[in-house]
């Protein structure tokens, strides 16, 4: 279940926006059906650390494996070098992945084209970036459908030239198989060791209101993962932040001088400014509603609890450092023989 507050707030505008209402949550029929105490077991659990935020990971953390989130690839298409493994995760008794990121479409494709030097350039650059860590995590979220084959070509060669080492891959939830995609699953569990499903982004920052990752929206995603990608392969993401929609539509809209004339009447609005140019304008007070959609220990717990239930073994965490930290007492790591 989600939980959800509305704030009242007064906003000052230059220009009147017209309102456009937004669906109100309704409170459900919710019963907590678990106790304090209460933990469930995986046999992974990874949790992600940002560059420059070390101190929000601490070792107590019920954590297998740390997904290192380090600076982008530049526009200039170079891996900025990380610090070593043991300057932040020393003492850390998890696996440290180094995570990749690449934040354009179009160098993302310019990466993969076989025929360009950059591919191997970026593949030498990402070994040797992650030298001094357990595994690499390649979290490139733009590769265009038609990127698909050189995105799994790619993924080869850097497998192969890690070695033993962890190729892990961050990819975007699905409940179906798409003709053409980039993140095909199937494919991509044939290449990877992991596969992390990022289970979240259910309603996102221009869509309407609504849950991050709804628990039934999640078991629709990890059925069909299980039936694409290998269980000791599969890891489900979980996200700890939430997100805030307010009910205007103001963003940049533009009004022609009509308009603006319909506005001032309406609002009756007396007296307008003018700047030493001779330029109008007028304030109009307007309350806005703001709509929250969050996670706390709950609603985390009910999630984590589905996914025990529908045989998932691994989860994951974006991010350390914005989670209810009451939730981290309800997860434990079930020993095996690796984690043992």
Same mark, same amino acid.
């Given at each position: ?17 017209? +309102? ?18 209460? *933990? ?29 989130? *380090?600076? =982008? ?18 003492? +850390? ?8 990121? +690449? ?28 030298? *001094? ?7 490139? @979220?733009?590769?265009?459908? $038609? ?18 080492? *962890? ?14 995609? =980039? ?5 991509? #569990?044939?290449? #990877? ?19 991050? #990752?709804?628990?039934?929206? +999640? ?45 001032? $009447? ?41 996914? %025990?239930?529908?045989?998932?073994? #691994? ?10 930290? %009451? ?10 023989? @690796?984690?043992?």
């Amino acid at each position: 279940m989600k939980i959800f507050f509305k704030l009242n707030i007064f906003f000052f505008l230059f220009l009147l926006f017209s +309102c456009s209402s937004v669906p109100k949550a309704k409170n459900g029929d919710f019963k907590k059906d678990f106790s304090e105490d209460e *933990t469930v077991e995986f046999e992974e659990l990874w949790g992600y650390v940002f560059y420059k935020r070390e101190d929000s990971y601490t070792p107590d953390l019920p954590l297998t494996d740390i997904g290192y989130f *380090t600076e =982008a690839i530049s526009a200039f298409s170079e891996v900025p070098a990380p610090p070593p493994k043991e300057k932040y995760f020393s003492d +850390c008794p998890a696996k440290v992945h180094l995570v990749t990121s +690449c934040d354009s479409r179009s160098q993302t494709h310019l990466l993969l084209l076989p025929e360009l030097p950059l591919r191997n350039k970026i593949i030498d650059d990402l070994i040797e970036a992650s030298k *001094t860590y357990d595994g690499l995590q390649v979290d490139w @979220e733009l590769v265009s459908p $038609e990127d698909d084959e050189n995105f799994i070509e790619f993924l080869k060669i850097l497998k192969s030239k890690l070695g033993e080492k *962890t190729l892990s891959i961050a990819i975007p939830a699905r409940i179906r198989t798409l003709s053409k995609d =980039a993140y095909n699953y199937e494919k991509l #569990a044939k290449v #990877a060791d992991k596969i992390i499903i990022m289970a979240y982004d259910e309603h996102w920052a221009t869509s309407k209101p609504g849950p991050i #990752a709804s628990t039934d929206w +999640c078991k629709k995603i990890s059925d069909y993962a299980k039936s694409q990608i290998p269980p000791e392969k599969l890891v489900m993401g979980l996200s700890f932040y939430g997100r805030a929609w307010r009910d205007d539509t103001l963003g940049g809209k533009a009004y022609i001088y009509p308009t603006l004339q319909k506005i001032m $009447e309406e609002n009756k609005v007396k007296n307008h400014r003018r700047d030493e140019y001779g330029v109008p304008s007028f304030t109009i007070t307007k309350k806005l509603n703001i709509t929250v959609f969050y996670d706390d220990e709950t609603s985390l717990f009910v999630r984590t609890k589905m996914y %025990a239930e529908n045989e998932i073994k #691994a989860l994951s965490f974006w991010r350390i450092g914005q989670e209810d930290e %009451a939730y981290w007492k309800h997860l434990k790591i079930k020993e095996t023989e @690796e984690n043992k």
